[in-house]
């Protein structure tokens, strides 16, 4: 996962310069400078110089004019670089009676640098050094003691105090670098941590997904398969079971003649529920198209009034239209919506009492928005219309809670009504699926004892 | 574990894991305090909203073990609440020891359980085993009312594997014992798994010495009994 993580929070501060910021250091330095004087320089670890602010003293400057003094001087100074104290500060003296505070910078138990405080001239030394004054024959000593004098003069316990408090700076400085380092390289992680997750969450889903998908697919084409492989050998049994009725064989008696037709009767009932079945799977699969195009409901309604006609007549049914006049041009499928309100129809008659009547009505009705999609309500309010066409009998009846479910595939609210009055199951559910495709939805309101009205609209073709 | 053989230096990193409000940060705090200067650092927080944690507590110890290797010890806390875990998991990557500290009140054995689950998914999401990891147990809060018993945990405790103290961090009891406690079965199992004895000559008893005088274990408030 990531290795680099264990290292993460161990990680420690062992560069000084990958945790403080060289101007930060540098402008700490010179307010030390300016407030006492005293010249600061830093050093990392490895020798590198990270904060120099001095100003070359009249000493240093006149010692380095001679030429055995510029020797010393340039000796004394990579001394002090090479000082690497551990345990504490340390001083180191210069020829000119001059001193060096090197001071160890530690973080955590680890060394990351040093700080340098000086040359200055502690002010215990009162005398003008030997080692100064035999340094080179060409010295003036009046002009080195005068130079010295310009010397900035600290006290020993001064000069410890302005290390130690230099020390603690420096301490706040790190610390804080570290804690912002280790917070900035928390958040990192957090946030790589947490993508890591929210992609390995996506890959499960999207591999589920799949596989429903895949699944979804193969059922559909099984369907598709079984209902076209039945088909065939079913049309010939009603082909033969035809020929068979009308005598082609030979003369049937009248119980032969019975059979034949009961075989016939029921192949046809097998083919119509394997061309439902096949409708279905076509639906499923998103495969049926739906081919738009305006049509006038007041036409629909009366045509399939007139093909039920005689089936009605035969439980003396009767059909009633009710259509309001001037409705609109629905855009719909012709032969789909015929075959909607067809088997709507066909219900309402079968379930029918004899003698009854079933009425056909359509009127226009304006769409109320989705209760999940109200999003600018104000604007589209009463913009859009469609049309309701309703089917309603004085039947048995649709208990509430079966009338939901009457749209499923192969549901039929009493078990016996198939044996009944016929249909395979699957008309509702087909029915269902092709308001839908045309936008459009279906529903029933029902009194058991009463009848049912089923309602289905198809919305209004947009202008665009 | 981290070895720096160059710098003859040992990093150990012990977590102290348990549910929101367990007293985590707390028991760092109490360490800081008790421990002599110069061996603890700053104790960092990161990120804290309203007194929790957010990230972790960062408390280091350095010892110097005998033959002159630096042990530094490492002390984390991780935030507790629910919704921090992949920080907490993130924590806890690399760690030698954990120290559970739970909650007395009787209120909170659940989230104690649910905490300690989340532990031990996070330490097999690290690829730690979690069997193996020294762990110490720690009851805190001996001193709020409606906690757990004395007879309950102590009936409990001879029946689980890990070493169980009580403690009351925000009055410094008791977490100096479990640190100690903690740092001796980490130590065992890093000797047994790198055999540091032979290598840098450091024996753990000589160690935890050193771990308890900088402790000032001596002075100290002792466990609860």
């Known amino acids: 996962m990531s290795g680099g993580l264990a290292d993460l929070t161990l990680a420690d501060v062992t560069r ?26 830093v050093f990392s670890n490895d020798g590198a110089l990270l904060a120099d602010v001095h100003e070359t003293r009249e000493i ?28 504490g500060a340390v001083e180191h003296p210069c020829f000119t009676g001059a001193v060096y505070r090197v001071v160890p910078i530690a ?30 024959p060409a010295l003036d000593r009046e002009a080195a003691r005068s130079a010295l004098a310009e010397m900035p003069r600290v006290r020993e316990e001064t000069a410890e105090r302005i290390a130690d408090h230099l020390t603690r700076i420096l301490d706040l400085i790190i610390f804080s670098g570290h804690r912002a380092f280790l917070t900035s390289e928390m958040h990192v992680a957090s946030v790589r941590e947490s993508f890591r997750e929210l992609t390995e969450k996506n890959e499960q889903l999207q591999e589920a997904f799949d596989k429903l998908q895949e699944l979804d697919r193969l059922k559909s084409n099984f369907l598709a398969t079984v209902s076209h492989e039945l088909r065939t050998p079913l049309t010939s049994i009603i082909g033969y079971s035809d020929m068979l009725a009308t005598g082609i064989a030979g003369e049937l008696n009248e119980e032969q003649a019975e059979f034949v037709e009961t075989i016939r009767g029921k192949g046809d009932h097998l083919l119509a529920l394997i061309s439902s079945l096949l409708d279905l799977g076509k639906l499923e699969q998103g495969k049926l198209r739906v081919k738009r195009e305006p049509m006038n409901v007041e036409l629909l309604v009366a045509e399939v009034a007139k093909t039920l006609a005689p089936l009605a007549q035969k439980r003396d049914v009767s059909i009633r239209v009710e259509v309001d006049g001037g409705l609109p041009d629905i855009s719909a499928d012709a032969v789909r919506i015929r075959q909607v309100l067809y ?12 003698g009854d009547a079933v009425t056909l009505g359509a009127r226009l009705v304006e769409l109320e ?19 309701e066409l309703s089917v309603s009998d004085r039947g048995p009846g649709i208990p509430t809670d079966e009338q939901e479910r009457v749209f499923d595939a192969f549901y039929q609210v009493d078990g016996s009504s198939t044996r009944e009055h016929g249909g395979t199951g699957l008309g509702l559910s087909i029915v269902k699926r092709l308001v839908e495709a045309h936008g459009g939805s279906v529903w029933v309101e029902s009194v058991v004892g009463e009848g049912a009205t089923f309602r289905f609209t198809i919305p209004e073709a947009d202008d665009a | 574990m981290q070895l720096d053989f160059k710098a003859r230096e040992l990093t150990i990193k012990l977590v102290y894991y348990g549910p929101a409000l367990s007293g985590k940060t707390t028991n760092l705090q109490a360490i800081h305090q008790l421990v002599s200067p110069g061996v603890a650092g700053r104790l960092m927080t990161l990120e804290t909203k309203d007194d929790r944690t957010l990230f972790f507590d960062l408390l280091p110890l ?71 990891m020294p762990l110490v147990i720690q009851f805190n809060k001996r001193d709020l009312p409606d906690i757990r018993s004395d007879e309950e945990i102590d009936a409990l405790a001879t029946r689980g594997k890990e070493p169980v103290y009580k403690a009351i961090a925000i009055r410094g009891v008791g977490v100096l014992e479990t640190l100690v406690g903690l740092m001796r079965i980490t130590w ?38």
Do not use: W
């Not at chain 1, 400057?61 to 551990?86: D, H, I, M, Q």
């Not at chain 2, 991780?78 to 992949?86: A, L, N, R």
């Not at chain 2, 989230?111 to 690829?127: E, I, P, V």
């Not at chain 2, 790198?194 to 100290?220: S, T, Y």
């Open chain 1, 343 to 354: 088997n709507l129809t066909e219900n309402a008659v079968k379930f029918s009492p004899d």
């Open chain 2, 62 to 132: 350095t010892l110097t073990a005998g033959s002159g290797l630096q042990v530094r010890v490492k002390l984390f806390t991780v935030p507790g609440q629910v919704i921090h875990k992949s920080t907490r998991r993130l924590v806890l990557q690399g760690a030698d020891g954990v120290a559970f500290i739970a909650d007395s009140q009787r209120s909170e054995t659940k989230a104690n359980a649910q905490s300690f689950t989340d532990l031990r998914k996070n330490l097999k999401d690290n690829g730690l085993d979690a069997a193996a």
């Open chain 1, 16 to 41: 000084l310069e990958d945790i403080v910021d060289k101007g930060a250091l540098t402008e700490v330095c010179r307010s030390f400078f300016d407030l006492f004087s005293l010249p600061i320089r």
């Open chain 1, 369 to 387: 928005a989705d209760d999940d999609d109200d999003m600018g309500f104000v604007l589209m309010a009463g913009t859009r219309s469609a049309v």
């Open chain 2, 188 to 225: 065992a199992r890093l000797e047994a798994s790198h055999q540091l004895a032979d290598k840098f000559g450091v024996e753990g008893e000589p160690l935890l010495a050193e771990l308890r005088r900088h402790l000032g274990m001596e002075g100290a408030p002792g466990a609860v009994r």
């Open chain 1, 60 to 87: 240093c400057r006149y010692v380095n004019t001679l030429s055995e003094g510029r020797r010393a001087c340039s000796t004394r100074v990579t001394e002090v670089k090479a000082l690497a104290p551990r345990g």
């Open chain 1, 107 to 136: 973080y955590q138990g680890r060394m990351l640098g040093r700080f340098v405080v000086g040359p200055y001239f502690p002010a215990e030394t009162r005398e003008v050094p030997r080692s100064l004054l035999v340094l080179d």
